[in-house]
């Protein structure tokens, strides 16, 4: 199954998010059915992060939005379970801080955007400038209106300079939210990540929709969609979004550099080390077994 086919939100294209089931697994019927091909895409981003890396002419930027307990957190822990922490980072998007609301939106997002050879996630982004911002009214329609377009000229800006961009909203219903807040409220483990605003923004759940579905429409493009991931289901969440990433990464035309060396002349720099190295053992023998020897004696 393409994945990135069947999720993808068509640019300009109208979404209905309640058309949409959180519940949907394919083919799937379970995780321990759908665990030889999670790991398969898990070993492969992991060569493939790792050519990026090497390669270092091109950078992948993953955004990953959601109501609160649709399971950002998880999408970023199973991602990084495949990949060398060496040229990956994760950034939170929490409430500005004060330098950060002293400059434009999008000021912060391309702080930490990724440099070539970087694969980095946003758990939030920017968007939460159409979306939070929007619902809370923080600022004036005419302010957050005109910011779809400032949007796809900055993932513009950013795709032209050699990052690929995939955008995930993971979709779940409000039962299935209500069921993980009461899992944190019975886990001593996840108590700490309740918040009062859980409940709060919960009852602005129409609101949010109508945010998210106008951004998902206005902010789909051909170098930085939109996936609507169903994440009823945290194993088909990661099966789908690993196969994503997967995908895109496989296209991205990776290659190891050539080596910035003269192969042969270190190569014979190599042998002559060797050498030496082989003349200092014998030499270090030698004068163990003499050592063996005069305690021998001793005895
Ligand atoms: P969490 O992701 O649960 O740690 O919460 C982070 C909080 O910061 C969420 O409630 C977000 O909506 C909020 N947040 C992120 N970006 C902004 C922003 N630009 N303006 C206002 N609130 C934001
Ligand atoms: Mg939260």
């Known amino acids: 199954m393409d994945y990135r086919k069947k999720f993808v939100v068509e640019p300009g294209k109208k979404v209905h998010l309640n058309k949409i089931d959180p519940l949907y697994t394919g083919k799937h019927e379970s ?106 009214k923080l600022v004036e329609k005419g302010v957050w209106s005109k910011r779809y377009d400032l ?64 951004a998902l429409e206005l902010t789909s493009t051909p170098y930085a969609p939109w996936y609507v991931i169903p994440a009823n289901h945290k194993w088909f969440r990661n099966l789908a979004i690993s196969e994503i990433v997967a995908d895109t990464m496989s296209e991205m035309g990776l290659k190891l550099p050539p080596a910035h060396v003269d192969m042969e002349d270190i190569r014979s720099k190599y042998h002559a080390a060797e050498e030496k190295q082989a003349g200092k053992k014998s030499g270090k023998i030698d004068v163990e077994s003499k050592k063996n020897k005069k305690s021998k004696s001793k005895a």
Not at 107 to 123: C, D, M, S, T, Y
Not at 153 to 172: C, P, Q, V, Y
Not at 174 to 183: A, C, H, I, M, V
């Open 31 to 136: 995780h321990a059915q759908a665990m030889p091909k999670i790991q398969e895409h898990l070993e492969n981003m992991d060569k493939m992060q790792y050519l990026l890396y090497a390669d270092g002419g091109q950078s992948l930027l993953v955004v990953l939005q959601a109501l609160d307990a649709a399971g950002k957190d998880g999408v970023v822990r199973h991602l990084f379970s495949g990949m060398n922490p060496q040229g990956t980072s994760v950034f939170g998007f929490k409430q500005p801080s004060k330098e950060e609301a002293a400059h434009d939106f999008l000021w912060r997002a391309h702080q930490h955007a990724p440099g070539k050879g970087e694969l980095v996630i946003f758990n939030r982004s920017h968007y939460e400038d159409v979306l939070v911002v929007r619902v809370h």
């Open 151 to 214: 949007i796809n000229d900055f993932e513009k800006m950013l795709s032209s300079n050699g990052t690929r961009i995939l955008k995930f909203f993971l979709h779940i219903s409000p039962d299935e939210q209500l069921s993980r807040f009461k899992q944190r409220l019975d886990d001593p483990a996840r108590n700490w990540k309740i918040s009062d605003a859980d409940y709060s923004e919960r009852e602005l759940w129409p609101e949010y929709t109508q945010a998210y579905e106008d």
